[in-house]
């Protein structure tokens, strides 16, 4: 059983989110089935800075104060300070800016030992260069863009042992400052991640082909690091997508991940899409292999629009390896 209490302000340059949760585990005994999280909280302000600097600076904390299993105390609070640049564009085109990041995160706990010594501080720093140069070539019937892109990331820090968590690294996320996903740490070390994107174009503006590739580079290995994502190899795999539009009713879309010497395929994933004036369904295969382990799924998702105020929604996922059906969703919106 879960009660809670939210309470969320939105300001110009800021905004604070905040709950109060009590939670009720019917199965446990009385004294150790309840758990209290007062306050969880997210509190983010966008800095003013002089215009000089060129650039933003952004301040963000966030954390949770937590009682458990009768005598438990648990509380953690993060602080983020972020400068990013503005864009610097050369003579030559080439895009440029910059990412100084800070983290802070501090613990207390109380009749707990995942923390050391009941009080922890710490503090992580990376700083970020991007760079671009993004190229087009105008056609008779189409618009061709290219860009090259490159990320230099160095932090002086160390990482704990996360090398078992569940991170899988895409092109959508390889770039992002927080690609380990997690809130305590940054990636320790230095990386440089390159990528490249193509793009055609017809004359009205819609995209016909899409095309990322990225791999990432380390100076050494970081055992420390997820297995999964590759970040803790010299090299990564090899990953991106592919999208084609055959017309305004049917997309096709390609996502894949290999071995950083092509000698195999750890993640593929096949999708298509149809869209008939009020039926749109989507078919998604996707697989992983060798270094990810053995997995194999296919979804199907149908949106029927009843009328302009009603629709019908059906999904579905089925494991192909152990044939058997994950869930099956059917819901209807007005």
Excluded: C
């Excluded at 966008?46 to 060129?54: A, L, Q, S």
């Excluded at 061709?144 to 990331?153: E, G, I």
């Excluded at 016909?208 to 990564?236: G, H, Y």
Aim: aromatic share 14%.
């Amino acid at each position: 059983l879960i009660s809670n209490l939210d309470l969320n302000w939105n300001f110009e340059d800021s905004k604070l989110n905040t709950s109060f949760k009590v939670f009720e585990d019917l199965s446990r005994d009385y004294n150790d089935r309840y758990q209290y999280v007062f306050p969880d909280f997210s509190f983010s302000k966008n800095i003013g800075i002089p215009k000089k600097y060129n650039g933003q600076f952004i301040f963000d904390s966030y954390g949770y104060n937590k009682y458990y299993d009768t005598n438990i105390n648990e509380a953690v609070i993060t602080n983020d300070f972020l400068f990013t640049s503005n864009q610097f564009v050369n003579s030559k085109g080439l895009v440029s800016n910059y990412n100084v990041f800070l983290k802070n995160p501090s613990s207390y706990s109380k009749n707990l030992n995942n923390f050391e010594n009941n009080t922890n501080y710490d503090l992580y720093g990376t700083i970020m260069l991007d760079a671009s140069l993004p190229m087009q070539k105008k056609m008779q019937n189409y618009n061709h863009f290219l860009k090259p892109v490159a990320s230099l990331r160095f932090s002086p820090n160390g990482n704990s042992d996360i090398s078992s968590k569940d991170v899988l690294i895409n092109y959508d996320n390889v770039f992002s400052l927080d690609r380990i996903g997690t809130s305590n740490q940054v990636e320790g070390g230095d990386s440089l991640t390159l990528g490249i994107e193509f793009k055609r174009l017809n004359l009205y503006g819609s995209n016909i082909i899409d095309l990322k590739v990225a791999n990432v580079l380390k100076s050494k290995e970081n055992i420390k690091l997820p297995k999964k994502s590759k970040l803790d190899k010299t090299r990564s795999d090899i990953f991106g997508s592919i999208k084609y539009n055959l017309s305004d009713n049917l997309n096709l879309g390609y996502d894949f991940s290999y071995d950083r010497d092509l000698n195999h395929s750890n993640l593929e994933g096949l999708y298509i899409d149809i869209n008939m004036n009020k039926i749109f369904t989507d078919f998604y295969y996707y697989t992983t292999d060798n270094d990810l382990g053995d997995g194999e799924t296919i979804s199907n998702t149908t949106v029927i629009d009843l009328n302009s105020e009603s629709s019908l929604k059906f999904n579905t996922t089925k494991d192909l390896i152990n044939d058997f059906t994950e869930f099956y969703n059917l819901v209807y919106s007005y």
